[in-house]
């Protein structure tokens, strides 16, 4: 990756302001206070009012965002190539968003969900992205980012394909655990 586009930057800063355009068409019918926090057993213990849920919580994700990719064109700009995962973790910001707040408001909507369910398939597929990604490293790039630095190519490789078969396994894992939960 050479540089960092600006369009998927973009992007992906309004795909976290997104949920403001869902929370305008579905205001009047949420509750005034909503979930905002769900213990293990997946039954909300905090509320908070609407507004703070509908417009700032994705206001303060955006944020986040913007800081991220701050981060990612300042790496971009330091080193002479940064490793392709970047390219995955530019979305985590807008994906966590949109999940979550999907969640809360339908959720709030009384629309009965399977929320460990759900968090177990987005980390099964978050975990299963890394775990394809670690491979494709390469090793000149990861020198600047991978600590301890590699001996040598050879225990780099070993290690990123050890990396991304764990992580594999673990995606599988999250992803079987959905249908048994």
Sequence with gaps: MKKISKKSLIISVLACLLPIVISIMVYNK??????????ANCEPDR??????????????MTIVQMICAICMVCADKKYKQIPRIFKVLQWLVPAITIVIYAIT?????????????IILFV????????????PKMSY??????VHPKPKNEQSFRKMVNTAGYLFLGMGAVLLVLMFIV
Excluded: R, T
Aim: charged residues 10%; contains cysteine; glycine residues 10%.
């Design 123 to 134: 980390l099964g597929i978050l975990f299963c992205l890394l775990g394809n990604y670690f």
């Design 140 to 145: 000149e790039s990861s020198k600047q980012f």
């Design 47 to 60: 509320y908070a009012s609407k507004n703070f849920i509908l417009f700032v919580i994705p206001a303060i």
């Design 30 to 39: 949420l509750p005034e206070n909503i979930p905002s926090h769900f213990g």
């Design 105 to 117: 408001v339908l959720y709030a909507l009384g629309i009965e969900l399977h929320i460990g369910k």
